[in-house]
T-cell receptor, first 108, second 114 residues
Framework: KNEVEQSPQNLTAQEGEFITINCSYS?????LHWLQQHPGGGIVSLFM???GKKKHGRLIATINIQEKHSSLHITASHPRDSAVYIC??????????FGQGTRLTINP | NAGVTQTPKFQVLKTGQSMTLQCAQD?????MSWYRQDPGMGLRLIHY???????DQGEVPNGYNVSRSTTEDFPLRLLSAAPSQTSVYFC?????????????FGEGSRLTVL
């Protein structure tokens, strides 16, 4: 079993829908990252969380340390949000363990 | 600022050849790392560094060497390329000697080993 599991693996939605991507992990962590990989392959950092909730524009990330679970929400989704969203956790030392990613497609 | 710069973007090697993937950052970040991305798998850590002169192994270090002689540069060396090393490679950096800060990724290097 992978240390980091993302669900769903693939998600297709219509423009304007509220999107939720989930990340569950099996180890104790000190930080969790959400990343976005564009169709062209580039990767950008969206959030780093150690507790609670963060918001940036239409993106919201939450984490529940006790339940070992994080969610990434996108409000009023747009075709430009189409990308692969990746969860990564820091279980210790200076290493990250990554989920396999969630491929999101937003249709106009 | 250029951010994190990786070269080359594409490379084709024959089995047994050696090469170096270059990674440079101009943000004075102490933390730098190399990952490989394979279809159906998440990014996997190859090697990382928390500062000049300090390197450590990640999840999949075999077949790769690194060094960190300056804060700016973190090259990844393939000593004798194998087809199993066909992958997309990403370099990333973060402020301070820790991976709890915002990560900055290079654009990736696609390597094919024949």
């Amino acid at each position: 079993k992978n240390e980091v599991e993302q669900s769903p693996q693939n998600l297709t939605a219509q423009e304007g829908e509220f999107i939720t991507i989930n990340c569950s992990y099996s180890v104790g962590i000190s930080a969790l990252h959400w990343l976005q990989q564009h169709p062209g392959g580039g990767i950008v950092s969206l959030f780093m969380l150690s507790s609670g909730k963060k918001k940036h524009g239409r993106l919201i990330a939450t984490i529940n340390i006790q339940e070992k679970h994080s969610s990434l929400h996108i409000t009023a989704s747009h075709p430009r949000d189409s990308a692969v969203y990746i969860c990564a956790v820091k279980p210790g030392a200076q290493k990250l363990v990554f989920g396999q990613g969630t491929r999101l497609t937003i249709n106009p | 600022n250029a951010g994190v710069t990786q070269t080359p973007k594409f490379q084709v090697l024959k089995t047994g050849q050696s090469m170096t993937l270059q990674c440079a950052q101009d943000m004075n970040h102490e933390y730098m790392s190399w990952y490989r991305q394979d279809p159906g798998m998440g990014l996997r850590l190859i090697h990382y560094s928390v500062g000049a002169g300090i390197t450590d192994q990640g999840e999949v270090p075999n077949g790769y060497n690194v060094s960190r002689s300056t804060t700016e540069d973190f090259p990844l060396r393939l000593l004798s390329a194998a087809p199993s090393q066909t992958s997309v490679y990403f370099c990333a950096s973060a402020r301070g000697g820790t991976v709890t800060g915002e990560l900055f990724f290079g654009e990736g290097s696609r390597l094919t080993v024949l």
